[in-house]
Structure formats: structure tokens, C-alpha cells
């Protein structure tokens, strides 16, 4: 009994110290986005105001990100998360009970429960054996007295991630069409025929004169 009773407050101990120190995730206004095009490794960029963080594999030593959002209260808070390269990530949140996996993205809507909330990325069974990049963005919806959380959400643009940002390089053209060799080479085959049949008219002629 008493080694049961050590369990639980170690886990207690060990999941308060986690969640209390989450760093607070800051947000940019959307009319402020960078919205030029930020390769993962490079440093101090926040394309569409998206930040980036890594979970890593088999590493003790470095503890699963996790960020608190505060300021939520009647709100919901818009969760986009994208990975680079492709592979599986999950997010979750023990304050509303919310436990979300995707491969390559992960896009939801949900009510806050209090008005601070905390989320911490992590890797499931399924997730390949390596470290995962990814890019990931909270946005708290609009004043509620404005604007209907629920509405707010749906008017979202969640198609909108930093990989968007990708410009084709200027100058490309489309190849031109093949030609159609058989058609070619059909046209070629008539004229030799025809020649042919011309030579031996010809021969038949000399051979009658004759």
C-alpha cells in the first residue's frame, strides 16, 4: 500500500512539475506575419506566426515540448501543427482532455475549459524511431461578444501552413508535345510505295517498247 501511495504522488510530483513549466507560447498578430517562405532549420523565424519545435527520440534528458496558452476563457483556440519531413506527431492537453494525432498535420478548433491552457507534443506507438520537427501555431479566437467562437473557427483558413509559402521558381515552361512518330513514319512508308510502284511502271514501259 504505501509503495502504491509513493507511485501516485511521484507521478503527481512529476506531471504538476511538467505542466507548471510549459513556457507561454506568443502569439503574432496576423496582420504582422512573416509571409515569405522559412526553411525549419533556420534560426528565429515564424512564417504565418508559426513557431517550431522538435520531439525527440529515445532522449530522457529532453522532455517533450510543451507551451501554455493563456488568456483563453471562453474561447477556442485554434491548434495547426505540421511536420517536417512528413511523419506523425500528437498533441495534447490535460486541462480539456484532449488527446490529438495526425500524420504530417494536425488541425482543430476546440472550446478552452479554463483560461490558461497547456499542450505537450509528443510521440506515440506509432510514430517512426526518429526525432520529429515540425512547425505548430495557437490562435485564440475572437472577442465572443464579437464574434461567435464557434463561427470564427469556421471562417478560418486552415489551409494555410508555412510549406504555403513555397514560390515557383520564374522561368519554367512546359515541354512541347512529342511528335507523333507513327504518323510520321506511316507518311514516309506511302512515299517509298508510291516510288516503287512508279520504278516498275517505268520497267514495264521500257520492257513493252522494247
Known amino acids: 500500500m504505501e509503495t502504491l501511495v509513493r507511485d501516485v504522488l511521484l507521478v503527481f510530483v512529476v506531471v504538476t512539475y511538467v505542466l ?31 513557431a517550431k519545435a522538435a520531439v525527440y527520440y529515445n532522449k530522457p534528458t529532453s522532455p517533450n515540448p510543451c507551451f501554455l496558452v ?6 477556442r483556440i ?3 501543427v505540421q511536420t517536417v519531413p512528413s511523419g506523425r506527431i500528437c498533441v495534447r492537453s490535460h486541462d480539456m482532455q484532449i488527446d490529438l494525432c495526425g500524420q504530417d498535420k494536425i488541425v482543430s478548433c476546440p472550446q ?37 467562437p464557434e463561427l470564427w473557427c469556421d471562417r478560418r483558413e486552415t489551409d494555410q501552413f508555412p510549406d504555403s509559402l ?27 510505295q508510291l516510288g516503287l510502284m512508279l520504278v516498275i511502271s517505268a520497267v514495264i514501259a521500257l520492257m513493252m517498247n522494247n
Not at 507561454?24 to 506566426?49: C, M, Q, W
Not at 491552457?117 to 510514430?127: K, L, T, V
Not at 512541347?176 to 512515299?191: F, K, L, R
Open 20 to 50: 507548471c513549466d510549459c513556457p507561454v507560447f506568443h502569439s503574432i498578430n496576423e496582420a504582422d506575419y512573416d509571409r515569405n517562405y522559412s526553411a525549419i532549420t533556420e534560426i528565429n523565424k515564424r512564417p504565418l506566426g508559426f
Open 112 to 148: 478552452a475549459s479554463a483560461n490558461d491552457m497547456r499542450f505537450e507534443f509528443y510521440c506515440d506507438s506509432q510514430c517512426e524511431e526518429v526525432d520529429v520537427d515540425f512547425w505548430y501555431r495557437f490562435t485564440l479566437s475572437s472577442d465572443p461578444a464579437v464574434l461567435d
Open 166 to 192: 513555397v514560390v515557383s521558381l520564374p522561368g519554367l515552361t512546359v515541354p512541347p508535345a512529342p511528335t507523333d512518330t507513327n504518323q510520321t513514319s506511316g507518311g514516309i512508308t506511302v512515299i517509298v
Open 70 to 75: 493563456p488568456g483563453a476563457s471562453n474561447r
Open 78 to 80: 485554434e491548434i495547426m
